[in-house]
Nanobody
Framework: QVQLVESGGGLVQAGGSLRLSCAAS????????MGWFRRAPGKEREFAAA???????TYAESVKGRFTISRDYAKNTVYLQMNSLKPEDTAVYYC???????????WGQGTQVTVSS
């Protein structure tokens, strides 16, 4: 089982940027699908961004064009660059991993992102 630890959350004004990090330990990320999810106050957890098996990336419509997922294999770390943040982006952000043909199986503890208007 892989351990995922998120960091980089915080308080930012609308229009600002944050970069979240997800450091993995216990297993290499090579061959695994990595993604980011978020849970806003009073709402269900929702998908934000993920890599695809073909090496590309996919995004929720609400973050497309503003968020970018990336990874550093040498550091076994995945990132989520978030630009042009909006108050509605306020949520706890979770890093997740899954095998290519499986559902999301490994989750981090989450990092809080708060965007003030």
């Amino acid at each position: 089982q892989v351990q995922l630890v998120e960091s980089g959350g915080g308080l930012v004004q609308a229009g600002g940027s944050l970069r979240l990090s997800c450091a993995a330990s216990g297993r290499t990320l090579t061959g695994w699908i990595m993604g980011w999810f978020r849970r806003a106050p009073g709402k269900e957890r929702e998908f934000a961004a993920a890599f695809t098996w073909g090496g590309g990336s996919t995004y929720a419509e609400s973050v497309k064009g503003r968020f970018t997922i990336s990874r550093d294999y040498a550091k076994n770390t995945v990132y989520l660059q978030m630009n042009s943040l909006k108050p509605e982006d306020t949520a706890v952000y979770y890093c997740a991993a899954r095998a290519p043909t499986s559902s999301w199986s490994d989750w981090g503890q989450g990092t809080q992102v708060t965007v003030s208007s």
